[in-house]
């Protein structure tokens, strides 16, 4: 099986590791964050 993070382009992936690293979080952080504010709508 191909790892999640060979499956998004390398440009989203550097800009997630720079957001991750600005605001201390891990990719479950902001994974968790983007599907709690996902479902609310």
Known sequence: ???FS???EIALRDRLDEYLQANGMT???F???AI???LQK
Do not use: C, G, Q
């Open 1 to 3: 099986m191909e790892p």
């Open 36 to 38: 709690r504010d996902r």
């Open 31 to 33: 994974l968790d964050a």
């Open 6 to 8: 060979s499956k998004i």
């Open 27 to 29: 990719v479950v952080d």
